[in-house]
């Protein structure tokens, strides 16, 4: 049961669907008469759906190769099986990782315990723990987002949650920098000095997630630039998004 003075701290839950179907209910019949809450949750969806596209690993060729090769001889289960097990083994909120999970044991089971099979799984599991992280970002009680249109192309969102003093950056639309270049996030404190929070580069269709690293304690703004690939300790170019926290 929602209680009436948590119900507006549930929008990153609802949003990534982690609420249980009573509570699903509760809070859609809330939606209706919160304009607030309907904002953030459309917010969170976009966010949410971008996120998952940047963490989505592209698999190898020989991959397909070995799951096209592998269908023509693997027996399929009888349709009522597969439902049974797809439902049993769903779980609210995890839809993302379970679909990791799934191609880092389909992977496995195709191409045997080969070398490259163990270093497929390792970034499957790194995928799997990247994600994680991540939602538990979007679904903190006390998760805002902040978005803004990036000067060179695309759009920029952040995700902050203070209580795990974590951040999450999503783009999409990115344009790509030059070979020798990359975007850098920096955290920006109340006297405008910036800090150092990660090196990216967009996926080839401009989108990307990545969490920010360091500590969130202090920051008003995150901001991001294009600097030397390796990323420096101060920034060189004006920034291409400046994106200014709620106050604490």
């Known amino acids: 049961m929602i209680e009436p003075t948590e119900v507006h701290l549930l929008t990153g839950a609802y949003a990534v669907d982690a609420l249980d179907p009573d509570d699903r209910d509760a809070y859609e019949a809330h939606l209706v008469h919160c304009e607030d809450c309907r904002a953030e949750v459309l917010e969170l969806q976009a966010t949410a759906a971008v996120l998952g596209r940047a963490t989505a690993a592209e698999p190898p060729e020989r991959l397909r190769a070995a799951v096209l090769a592998g269908a023509l001889t693997t027996r399929q289960d009888p349709p009522l099986l597969r439902l049974q097990t797809t ?54 009680a006390d998760a805002t987002t902040t978005s803004d249109a990036v000067t060179n192309g695309g759009r920029a969102t952040v995700v902050v949650s203070r209580s795990q003093n974590a951040s999450v950056f999503v783009g999409s639309g990115l344009t790509a920098p030059a070979p020798d270049r990359a975007y850098e996030l920096w955290f920006i404190d109340a006297s405008g000095h910036p800090r150092a929070a990660g090196v990216f580069v967009p996926n080839r269709d401009g989108t990307v997630a990545t969490e920010l690293t360091g500590n969130l304690a202090g920051a008003v703004a995150i901001a991001v630039t294009v600097e030397q690939r390796a990323g420096t300790t101060a920034p060189t170019s004006k920034p291409v998004v400046a994106l200014h926290l709620p106050a604490v």
């Open 87 to 140: 439902q049993s083994n769903a779980k609210p909120g995890g839809r993302f990782i379970g679909l990791v999970a799934a191609a880092v044991v389909l992977a496995l089971a195709l191409v045997g315990t080969t070398t490259w099979a163990v270093q497929q799984h390792r970034v499957g599991q790194q995928l799997a723990a990247n994600a994680a992280r991540m939602s538990a970002v979007l679904t903190a």
